[in-house]
């Protein structure tokens, strides 16, 4: 079995798509592409074409997705950042906890219509905490 990566021949760019066969891989050549023998990583690696009679794979920095990520020399990928990471994860916990409280809610709400005491103040506990939360949001 053989594998191969296809790219753009204008710049080289992999497109991230690949190909395993035993035969020729021919008719499965997306358009406007070109197929070379190999499982390339299209994020850190590119097709040098300056020379079409000899194709070489070189290191390649793909442009930064967006201000949110950082390049990381040591895997040649872009990551995204420790600041937006962190973001990111407080904001899924965040979002979490409304849902556990907001799961909660209609037994105190039940028990609130029923006239237990407390209820009406856990009920503003919940809400009061759900505001707090969307505001990390």
Not at 89 to 117: K, M, V, W, Y
């Amino acid at each position: 079995m053989k594998t191969y990566s296809f790219y753009n021949p204008d710049s080289g760019i992999f497109t991230g798509e690949k190909f395993v066969t035993n035969n020729l891989v021919g008719r499965q050549v997306p358009d406007g592409c070109r197929a070379i023998e190999g499982n390339f990583d299209h994020l850190c690696v590119r097709v040098d074409v300056s020379d079409p009679d000899c194709l070489v794979v070189v290191d390649y920095q793909a442009p930064r997705p967006d201000a949110g990520f950082e390049w990381h020399a040591d895997v040649s990928k872009w990551k995204v950042s420790d600041a937006v990471q962190t973001f990111i994860d407080s904001r899924a916990a965040a979002l979490r906890r409304i849902s556990q409280i907001e799961a909660a809610q209609p037994r105190t709400i039940r028990e609130f219509a029923l006239g237990f005491a407390g209820a009406a103040e856990r009920l503003k506990a919940m809400d009061d905490e759900i505001t707090s939360l969307r505001s990390e949001l």
